[in-house]
């Protein structure tokens, strides 16, 4: 079955801090991953997918198809962070999404 | 560009109601999605249309229906409201229209109370 799996429901960290939100995923084939976020009073917007490698906002993730897990990475947290975070998976056609549960970051001064 | 709207913002209903909720998006995209939002649960696909004049059912579709009344307005509808669908409802929408990783917008959501 394909599935999303971020296993920590909130994540707590203080300002300056380093950041990993966990996401694992199920997938029969080559996986097309994404993260989403959330911040307060806004809507969801993407934020970075891995076929494009790269950095938004100091955020990196990097598919592990070994471990089958697209963590999110970011080296010094920022208060600005503090959001709802969804990893999804592409599935199947006409771009359906596979979301997660979700990550709330919260980063503390 | 307003990008994707959503109407109502808020809407409480009495169990047994019925109600439609509208999306509407100016990018000229092909395809458009409806999700509900639960805690812990995250977003799960109700509908989506493809194309102008497509819908197919997503993950849990039971107790809604849908319209592609025209290229830019997608309407979910509720014929019959019950307390298991209060929730966050986002309408999205993505350019292309066969599996693709282009990136899909998010309208603002409706907050559904059904009592």
């Known amino acids: 079955a394909q599935r999303v799996t971020q296993p920590e429901k909130l994540l707590s960290v203080f300002k300056g801090a380093p950041v990993e939100l966990k996401c694992n995923y199920s997938y029969s084939g080559s996986p097309e991953l994404f993260w989403y976020v959330q911040y307060s009073r806004q809507r969801l917007q993407l934020l970075l997918r891995?076929?494009s490698r790269e950095s938004i906002k100091g955020f990196t993730a990097d598919l592990n198809k070994g471990e089958t897990s697209f963590h999110l990475k970011k080296p010094f947290a920022q208060e600005e962070d503090s959001a709802m975070y969804y990893c999804?998976?592409?599935?199947?056609?006409?771009?359906?999404?596979?979301f997660g549960a979700g990550t709330r970051l919260a980063v503390h001064p | 560009n307003a990008g994707v709207t959503q109407t109502p913002k808020f809407q409480v209903l009495k169990t047994g109601q019925s109600m439609t909720l509208q999306c509407a998006q100016d990018m000229n995209h092909n395809s458009m999605y409806w999700y509900r939002q639960d805690p812990g649960m995250g977003l799960r696909l109700i509908y989506y249309s493809a194309s102008e004049g497509t819908t197919d059912k997503g993950e849990v579709p039971n107790g809604y229906n849908v319209s592609r009344l025209n290229k830019r307005e997608f309407s979910l509808r509720l014929e019959s409201a019950a307390p298991s669908q209060t929730s966050v409802y986002f309408c999205?929408?993505?350019?292309?229209?066969?599996?693709?990783?282009?990136?899909?917008?998010f309208g603002p959501g409706t907050r559904l109370t059904v009592l």
């Open positions: 999205a929408s993505r350019g292309g229209v066969a599996r693709s990783s282009d990136t899909q917008y």
């Open positions: 999804a998976l592409l599935s199947g056609g006409y771009n359906k999404l596979i």
């Open positions: 891995h076929i």
